[in-house]
């Protein structure tokens, strides 16, 4: 019977002490970030999905933004509130103008979340932006295509700031469907969808402080060199004022400018060829000149003419190739005996696009 008991005892599981009912107080935010652009500051950050207890939280969630302008003590005044759900969030704090004209300072934000009783584990990590004058936004922006590239160009201002320019790849038209092959067989892209570009950057700016910024030329435009032929683009353009306050490097940028879209077709010929040479024969007039070395060279073109006794040139050039010949040579077997004829080369690219003729070549064939 003492060793039933015993038994009975020890096969009693322990309860444990009490656990107290979840509060539901959401996770404070850790990834708080903010940026200036003309008159506000957008604030992005990731509101947590579960409590500080684990357990996944209940809606509604309201964020609390508090901002705090640095050397006005330790307060972080509450300036709006936001219904949130988790995950990305975000938020604007319109400045008022006390804090849109310079002398620039450091503000401070936080935000906390708020349960639906009101409550929250407190106040995130802090982001940091710039009070103070923006730069004027970009006017008359305008893209043309150009050789080496894409010419930007907007109206200059003096000021320091420098330009960020976003270019965007359009797709003009849907891919097509390729029969046999895998998505992975499919070529990349030969340039990236989006880019940055930067112009009126001083080297030493990034580091500067409110006291030292130095001005710096707006060129009024730069070239984006790495634009191609037969795409169209878009393109978005930013001052930006960098600063340095109280240790933290920050931005202010102006209000981004109206998206210009340009077609980049190709209007460019082919270099003129060069070095054009004719060499007589019994049977023939040989050609021969200088290759021309752009990637698009489709082939060549020869004209020739008649020279009168005079040495005056007679009727109008004959075109001798009927299609393009892609070598930089070409035996003229139709020029007839005694009759000296100038010669005359054009290139043309895949576009179609034809250079300004050659230098001539005059020649005449050699009697039998």
Known sequence: M??????AVSGCASPGPARPPSLFLPRTVTDLAAVRT????TLHWTTPEKTTDGLKVKPPLTAEICRQPDGHGSTCTPIEHVTVHPGASEATDQLPSSLTSD????????VRILN??????????AAFAASGAAPPPIEHLSVTPVRNGAMIEWQPQPTSAFIDLDRTQIQTAAPQKRSGKQPSQLAAPSSPAEIHLQAGRQASQAGTSKSAEQPTADPGGTIDP????????????QRVRSLTLG???LEIRSVLSPAITTAMRDTFPPATPAGLAAVPGTASIDLSWEPNTEPDLAGYIVYRQAVAADGTLAGAPTRLTPSLISAPAFSDVTAQPGQTYSYRVAAVDSAGNQSPTSGEARESRRNQ
């Open 38 to 41: 003309g008159d506000s500051v």
């Open 226 to 237: 790495i634009a191609q032929r037969n795409m169209t683009y878009r393109y978005t353009a």
């Open 2 to 7: 003492l060793s039933s008991a015993v038994l």
């Open 247 to 249: 240790g933290h490097a």
């Open 103 to 110: 002398p620039p300072a450091l503000l401070i934000y936080r």
């Open 116 to 125: 639906a009783t009101g409550h929250s584990a407190g106040l995130s990590t």
